[in-house]
């Protein structure tokens, strides 16, 4: 007999189980671990070559000096060897071949996972010891683009999310079936998201350095600061900048914005 197929409704403690005691299964695997194996490998794989699934990682963001908002940013879209709440593990090496084959343009960056919403390129895809680094620039002329790289900035959009397809031949099972290691991947799409499913990887940095005149728009929407009294703060604020060589986080300059506003209120 061969193995037992899923069912569409099929969960999979019920499928589990019905393969676990499966007569052709105990006899071609007497061993219960090996047996469990192939039943949970059966019904994990049932959709995976027809569909897309997703490694999603946390970001933490700190802001670079230079140069007008470009809407870049850099970060890791993955990291190696670490368990994401799926249980899914992604190996070293499981990049290249789709790297190679589609280059960076050929991956899109979309906003949670969305298929209709595409926010910008990447330049850049490269695997190095850590994980999957990337460099990519949000379309600043889109609405869109211009939300997520505003919302990067203050943390409030912090995470990145792999979307792939990975065949049988790309992953393999440990701990019982509950890891899977994920070893060679199609690499489709990295997304900017809410809400990751893994803690590690980060976005690095955001080009986040303003004009002036882009200062005192933002002081008088944000902070609610006059004409006059925005153009003091932008001043102070991009002296204060020009002042430092090394990263300005996010977090300096939140405490620089209102230490200023304190000072002109009161």
Same mark, same amino acid.
């Given at each position: ?16 189980? @019905? ?11 007497? +061993?219960?671990?090996? @047996?469990?194996?192939?039943? =949970? ?15 999603? !990682?946390?970001?933490?963001? *700190? ?15 993955? !990291? ?51 994980? /999957?680094?990337?460099?990519? &620039? ?5 609405? &869109?683009?211009?939300?997520?790289? +505003?919302?990067? *900035? ?7 999310? =792999?979307?792939? @397809?990975?065949?049988? *031949?790309?992953?393999?099972? +440990? ?5 899977? /290691?994920? $070893? ?8 900017? !998201? ?12 955001? $080009?986040?350095?303003?004009?002036? @005149? ?16 925005? $153009? ?11 002042? &430092? ?22």
């Amino acid at each position: 007999m061969p193995i037992p197929t899923p069912r569409n409704d099929e969960s999979e403690d019920d499928f589990i189980g @019905r393969c676990m005691s499966n007569p052709s299964m105990t006899a071609d695997y007497e +061993e219960s671990d090996q @047996r469990y194996a192939v039943c =949970i490998s059966t019904f994990r794989e049932k959709d995976t070559k027809n569909s897309t699934e997703y490694f999603s !990682v946390d970001a933490e963001i *700190k802001t670079i000096d230079g140069g007008q908002d470009k809407g870049e940013f850099t970060g890791y879209g993955s !990291v190696f060897g670490n368990k994401d709440l799926g249980n899914d593990i992604v190996m070293p090496g499981a990049f290249s071949k789709s790297i190679l084959q589609k280059g960076a343009r050929g991956v899109k960056m979309l906003y949670q996972h969305k298929a209709d919403e595409p926010i910008g390129v990447y330049d850049e895809i490269v695997e190095d010891k850590k994980g /999957l680094k990337v460099k990519g &620039r949000l379309a600043m002329g889109t609405q &869109r683009g211009r939300e997520v790289y +505003e919302l990067m *900035k203050m943390g409030a959009l912090s995470g990145l999310s =792999i979307g792939y @397809r990975v065949d049988s *031949k790309g992953y393999s099972y +440990e701990d019982n079936g509950r890891k899977r /290691l994920l $070893k060679d991947v199609d690499l489709m799409e990295i997304s900017a !998201v809410t809400f990751p499913m893994n803690t590690r990887a980060t976005i690095q940095s955001v $080009k986040a350095t303003k004009t002036i @005149r882009e200062w005192e728009e933002l002081l008088r929407d944000v902070a609610g600061l006059s004409r006059s009294q925005s $153009k003091i703060t932008a001043s102070a604020i991009m002296k204060s900048l020009k002042q &430092r060589d090394a990263d300005v986080t996010i977090q300096d300059l939140i405490n620089r914005l209102n230490n200023l506003t304190n000072i002109i209120n009161n």
